[in-house]
Protein backbone atom coordinates (compact mmCIF):
# COMPACT_ATOMS: atom_id res chain seq x y z
CA UNK A 1 0.00 0.00 0.00
CA UNK A 2 1.41 3.49 -0.68
CA UNK A 3 0.53 6.25 1.56
CA UNK A 4 -0.04 9.75 0.43
CA UNK A 5 -0.10 12.95 2.78
CA UNK A 6 -1.52 16.28 2.12
CA UNK A 7 -2.76 19.19 4.25
CA UNK A 8 -4.89 20.54 1.42
CA UNK A 9 -8.42 18.50 1.05
CA UNK A 10 -8.88 19.79 -2.51
CA UNK A 11 -5.46 18.04 -3.80
CA UNK A 12 -6.65 14.40 -1.75
CA UNK A 13 -9.78 14.86 -3.71
CA UNK A 14 -7.40 15.09 -6.83
CA UNK A 15 -4.91 12.57 -5.96
CA UNK A 16 -8.18 10.34 -5.43
CA UNK A 17 -9.67 10.81 -8.85
CA UNK A 18 -6.04 10.63 -10.34
CA UNK A 19 -5.22 7.11 -9.10
CA UNK A 20 -9.12 5.94 -9.99
CA UNK A 21 -8.26 6.92 -13.25
CA UNK A 22 -5.21 5.16 -13.55
CA UNK A 23 -6.58 2.08 -11.99
CA UNK A 24 -4.71 1.77 -8.79
CA UNK A 25 -6.87 3.50 -6.20
CA UNK A 26 -6.82 0.11 -4.49
CA UNK A 27 -2.75 0.20 -4.08
CA UNK A 28 -3.09 3.55 -2.46
CA UNK A 29 -4.23 5.67 0.35
CA UNK A 30 -5.33 9.29 0.95
CA UNK A 31 -4.63 10.60 4.11
CA UNK A 32 -5.39 14.75 4.64
CA UNK A 33 -2.62 15.61 7.49
CA UNK A 34 0.05 17.82 7.76
CA UNK A 35 3.61 16.54 7.71
CA UNK A 36 3.73 17.71 11.75
CA UNK A 37 1.42 15.72 12.66
CA UNK A 38 3.27 12.46 11.58
CA UNK A 39 3.38 9.63 11.97
CA UNK A 40 -0.49 9.97 12.33
CA UNK A 41 -0.49 5.92 12.65
CA UNK A 42 0.80 4.93 9.43
CA UNK A 43 2.85 2.14 9.94
CA UNK A 44 6.09 1.77 8.53
CA UNK A 45 7.63 2.59 5.20
CA UNK A 46 10.73 1.65 3.06
CA UNK A 47 10.47 5.00 1.18
CA UNK A 48 9.33 8.46 2.05
CA UNK A 49 8.77 10.69 -0.76
CA UNK A 50 8.88 14.71 -0.32
CA UNK A 51 7.52 16.67 -3.82
CA UNK A 52 9.41 20.04 -3.40
CA UNK A 53 8.13 20.23 -0.30
CA UNK A 54 10.21 19.99 2.72
CA UNK A 55 11.50 23.88 3.00
CA UNK A 56 7.78 24.46 3.44
CA UNK A 57 7.76 22.45 6.72
CA UNK A 58 9.49 22.36 10.54
CA UNK A 59 12.27 20.71 8.81
CA UNK A 60 13.94 19.01 12.16
CA UNK A 61 11.11 17.38 13.54
CA UNK A 62 9.69 15.81 10.32
CA UNK A 63 12.74 14.30 9.36
CA UNK A 64 13.48 13.16 12.88
CA UNK A 65 9.99 11.68 12.90
CA UNK A 66 10.18 10.41 9.47
CA UNK A 67 13.44 8.54 9.80
CA UNK A 68 11.86 6.47 12.92
CA UNK A 69 8.72 5.87 10.39
CA UNK A 70 11.53 3.77 8.00
CA UNK A 71 12.76 0.15 8.06
CA UNK A 72 16.16 -0.14 8.84
CA UNK A 73 17.54 0.71 5.62
CA UNK A 74 14.91 2.62 3.84
CA UNK A 75 15.16 6.05 2.70
CA UNK A 76 13.97 9.49 2.57
CA UNK A 77 14.05 10.57 -1.21
CA UNK A 78 13.23 14.46 -2.06
CA UNK A 79 12.34 15.66 -5.62
CA UNK A 80 12.41 19.26 -6.87
CA UNK A 81 13.10 21.45 -9.48
CA UNK A 82 16.58 22.08 -10.67
CA UNK A 83 16.84 25.68 -9.44
CA UNK A 84 20.21 26.32 -11.50
CA UNK A 85 19.19 25.54 -14.94
CA UNK A 86 18.58 28.08 -17.59
CA UNK A 87 15.23 27.72 -19.29
CA UNK A 88 15.15 29.76 -22.76
CA UNK A 89 11.49 30.56 -24.21
CA UNK A 90 13.37 30.85 -27.73
CA UNK A 91 11.38 28.71 -30.42
CA UNK A 92 8.12 27.85 -28.51
CA UNK A 93 5.10 27.95 -29.95
CA UNK A 94 2.82 30.01 -27.53
CA UNK A 95 3.41 32.98 -25.62
CA UNK A 96 5.73 32.26 -22.34
CA UNK A 97 3.92 31.27 -19.59
CA UNK A 98 3.81 34.93 -17.33
CA UNK A 99 5.60 33.99 -14.07
CA UNK A 100 6.54 37.43 -13.00
CA UNK A 101 3.27 39.16 -13.59
CA UNK A 102 1.20 36.26 -11.98
CA UNK A 103 3.95 36.49 -8.68
CA UNK A 104 3.03 40.48 -8.92
CA UNK A 105 -0.66 39.12 -8.04
CA UNK A 106 0.21 36.72 -6.00
CA UNK A 107 1.65 39.70 -3.72
CA UNK A 108 -1.49 42.24 -4.40
CA UNK A 109 -3.56 39.73 -2.65
CA UNK A 110 -1.56 38.02 -0.08
CA UNK A 111 0.68 40.12 0.66
CA UNK A 112 4.69 40.82 0.01
CA UNK A 113 6.00 38.05 2.08
CA UNK A 114 5.97 35.03 0.20
CA UNK A 115 3.46 32.57 2.26
CA UNK A 116 4.74 29.17 3.40
CA UNK A 117 1.46 27.47 4.27
CA UNK A 118 0.01 28.67 7.63
CA UNK A 119 3.09 31.08 7.93
CA UNK A 120 5.44 33.41 5.84
CA UNK A 121 9.30 33.08 4.81
CA UNK A 122 10.81 36.22 5.88
CA UNK A 123 14.15 34.97 5.34
CA UNK A 124 13.66 33.47 2.13
CA UNK A 125 13.54 29.27 1.29
CA UNK A 126 15.68 28.11 3.83
CA UNK A 127 19.09 26.08 3.23
CA UNK A 128 21.02 23.68 4.97
CA UNK A 129 18.71 21.01 3.99
CA UNK A 130 22.02 18.13 4.00
CA UNK A 131 22.60 19.37 7.66
CA UNK A 132 19.12 18.71 8.77
CA UNK A 133 18.86 15.23 7.64
CA UNK A 134 22.53 14.74 9.52
CA UNK A 135 21.20 16.08 12.41
CA UNK A 136 17.98 13.39 12.32
CA UNK A 137 20.49 10.57 11.57
CA UNK A 138 20.60 10.05 7.75
CA UNK A 139 24.10 9.26 6.89
CA UNK A 140 24.56 8.43 3.74
CA UNK A 141 23.13 11.00 0.59
CA UNK A 142 23.16 10.42 -3.37
CA UNK A 143 22.16 13.51 -5.59
CA UNK A 144 20.51 12.78 -9.08
CA UNK A 145 19.91 14.99 -11.75
CA UNK A 146 17.14 14.26 -15.10
CA UNK A 147 17.74 16.91 -17.66
CA UNK A 148 14.84 19.18 -18.03
CA UNK A 149 14.57 21.31 -21.28
CA UNK A 150 11.47 19.46 -23.20
CA UNK A 151 8.49 22.12 -24.46
CA UNK A 152 5.74 21.91 -22.80
CA UNK A 153 1.99 23.67 -23.93
CA UNK A 154 -0.17 25.04 -20.92
CA UNK A 155 -3.86 25.63 -21.41
CA UNK A 156 -5.26 28.78 -19.13
CA UNK A 157 -6.72 26.26 -16.58
CA UNK A 158 -3.00 24.31 -16.67
CA UNK A 159 -1.73 27.29 -15.55
CA UNK A 160 -4.78 28.46 -13.13
CA UNK A 161 -4.55 24.74 -11.27
CA UNK A 162 -0.64 25.19 -10.93
CA UNK A 163 -1.16 28.47 -9.30
CA UNK A 164 -3.29 26.79 -6.33
CA UNK A 165 -1.41 23.56 -6.27
CA UNK A 166 1.46 25.79 -4.63
CA UNK A 167 1.70 26.06 -1.04
CA UNK A 168 2.14 29.82 -1.37
CA UNK A 169 -1.31 30.18 -3.36
CA UNK A 170 -3.01 27.62 -2.48
CA UNK A 171 -6.65 28.03 -2.24
CA UNK A 172 -7.66 28.45 1.38
CA UNK A 173 -4.99 31.29 1.52
CA UNK A 174 -7.19 33.91 -0.42
CA UNK A 175 -9.95 32.89 1.71
CA UNK A 176 -13.32 34.61 0.70
CA UNK A 177 -11.39 36.56 -1.98
CA UNK A 178 -10.58 33.32 -3.87
CA UNK A 179 -13.04 33.60 -6.94
CA UNK A 180 -11.69 37.70 -6.61
CA UNK A 181 -8.28 36.31 -7.26
CA UNK A 182 -8.92 33.57 -9.73
CA UNK A 183 -11.25 35.95 -11.89
CA UNK A 184 -8.30 38.77 -11.87
CA UNK A 185 -5.51 35.56 -12.82
CA UNK A 186 -7.46 34.57 -16.00
CA UNK A 187 -7.65 37.95 -17.16
CA UNK A 188 -4.05 38.45 -16.96
CA UNK A 189 -4.12 35.19 -18.79
CA UNK A 190 -5.64 36.20 -21.64
CA UNK A 191 -3.84 39.22 -21.77
CA UNK A 192 -1.08 37.45 -21.96
CA UNK A 193 -2.10 34.63 -24.50
CA UNK A 194 -4.78 35.26 -27.23
CA UNK A 195 -5.65 31.92 -27.88
CA UNK A 196 -5.51 30.90 -23.90
CA UNK A 197 -2.00 28.83 -24.86
CA UNK A 198 1.48 28.71 -23.27
CA UNK A 199 4.81 27.40 -23.82
CA UNK A 200 7.74 26.62 -21.72
CA UNK A 201 10.49 24.23 -21.27
CA UNK A 202 10.33 21.68 -17.99
CA UNK A 203 12.64 22.31 -15.85
CA UNK A 204 15.54 19.45 -14.82
CA UNK A 205 14.41 17.60 -11.86
CA UNK A 206 17.02 17.37 -9.13
CA UNK A 207 16.56 14.28 -6.43
CA UNK A 208 18.72 13.50 -3.11
CA UNK A 209 18.25 10.77 -1.72
CA UNK A 210 19.07 10.15 1.87
CA UNK A 211 19.48 6.83 3.58
CA UNK A 212 18.78 5.68 7.28
CA UNK A 213 21.27 4.20 9.35
CA UNK A 214 25.25 4.41 9.75
CA UNK A 215 28.21 4.42 6.47
CA UNK A 216 28.86 6.46 3.84
CA UNK A 217 29.26 5.58 0.29
CA UNK A 218 28.54 8.87 -1.45
CA UNK A 219 30.02 12.35 -0.38
CA UNK A 220 27.40 14.00 1.53
CA UNK A 221 26.40 17.45 -0.77
CA UNK A 222 26.13 20.92 0.15
CA UNK A 223 23.37 22.71 1.58
CA UNK A 224 20.42 22.36 -0.12
CA UNK A 225 16.84 24.05 -0.19
Given at each position: MNDGVDPDGGMIARAGRDAAELAIAG????????????????GVF?????????????????????????VPDGAVVHISDLKT?????????HPAVPHAAM???????????????????R???PGGEAEVFARAGFARCRRLVVPGGQALERT???????????????????GARRGDFEADLRRLLRQASASGRFSERLP?????????????????????G
Amino acid sequence: MNDGVDPDGGMIARAGRDAAELAIAGKTRWVRARSEELPAGLGVFTVATFGQSFHWMDRDRVAATTRDMLVPDGAVVHISDLKTEPRTVEGLSHPAVPHAAMDELVKHYLGPLRRAGRGVLRQGTPGGEAEVFARAGFARCRRLVVPGGQALERTCDDVVAWVFSMSSSAPHLFGARRGDFEADLRRLLRQASASGRFSERLPGTEVFVWWKGKGTTDPVPGPAG
